[in-house]
């Protein structure tokens, strides 16, 4: 098999893999278990780190899109830590065994899930199936604003609010919003009628002509029910499309009803549902 080679980037070295993710995007819905958008959302803290896996030979025609500098080590994958789980996006061609091979080394006991790179031995997690849902571009009405630095405390917290346990925090925030994926994130924001945030929508620019994504999506829970994450959703979405996103698309599990909902509400449709492939238990 070709040989691989796995370089870990820190937050301030990820414009390269972001490049490559934002190649490997394909306009309709995210490829892999990886978009430039999650990413972007990892980058909130100070010790990001993405996995960029080469062609150690150096072989063939460099890719100027991927890296201006002609580097012969075509980038073949890239790969996060979520948690327990190995999230990865290899490229269309790319030798999902040598990588298997090489991400062994990540899939220390405990790292138990592998999204978007199935590993020999390992079979779909039964337990949780996951809803990849896309939107197509059309005119909108939201009463949501885009998000600028006097709304980000408000934006953390609807952050909070919505998330149990949450620990985002302003500096998370402006972490992410200097990190090399900063420019490519559109946020909105929805307050009531008296001006109290209700809810807030992060989406990802993956280039024109490219899917865009949605990542995170909350509602405060005093205003649930009330239109608001629709709201938050549809702005996002439409302002995703002016920048030239060809679709946007949103992950959930499916056994989140209520998201689910929002997301139909929206306009958005279930283009394929997919499983983190799981390490057997032992007997």
């Known amino acids: 098999m070709p040989p691989v080679v796995r370089r870990t980037l820190s937050r301030f070295d ?25 990413v972007g959302w990892l980058l909130r803290h100070a010790d990001a780190t993405v996995h960029l896996w080469v062609d150690a030979r150096g072989t063939g025609r460099p890719d100027p899109r991927l890296d201006p500098r002609h580097d012969a080590a075509a980038p073949v994958a890239v ?16 030798d999902l065994g040598a990588l298997a091979a090489d991400a062994e080394e990540l899939l ?29 571009p059309e005119p909108v009405t939201s009463r949501a604003e885009r998000v600028g630095e006097p709304d980000a405390a408000d934006r953390v917290l609807i952050h909070r609010s919505a998330f149990e346990g949450s620990t985002f925090a302003l500096k998370h925030w402006e972490r992410m919003k200097a990190s090399p994926a900063g420019h490519s994130a559109v946020e909105t924001l929805v307050r009531t009628p008296t001006g109290a945030p209700a809810a807030a929508a992060t989406g990802w620019f993956a280039g024109a002509g490219r899917c865009g994504l949605l990542e995170p999506v909350g509602t405060h829970p005093d205003q649930r029910g009330r239109g ?22 949103v992950m959930t599990p499916a056994c989140n009803e209520a998201a689910v909902a929002l997301y139909a509400s929206a306009g958005f449709t279930v283009v394929r549902e997919t499983q983190a492939w799981t390490r057997p238990r032992r007997s």
């Open 108 to 136: 220390v006991p405990g790292n138990d899930w592998s999204d978007g790179l199935p590993v020999p031995g390992w079979h779909p997690d039964p337990k949780e199936t996951w809803l990849v849902l896309s939107w197509t």
């Open 228 to 249: 608001y994450g629709r709201d938050a959703v549809l702005g996002t979405c439409a302002a995703l499309a002016d920048r030239g996103a060809s679709a946007v698309a």
């Open 79 to 94: 790969g996060i830590l979520d948690g327990r789980v190995l999230r990865v996006t290899a490229a269309p061609d790319a």
């Open 14 to 38: 990820t414009p390269r893999a972001l490049r490559a993710l934002s190649v490997w995007t394909p306009a309709d819905a995210p490829a892999g278990g990886l978009h430039p958008g999650d």
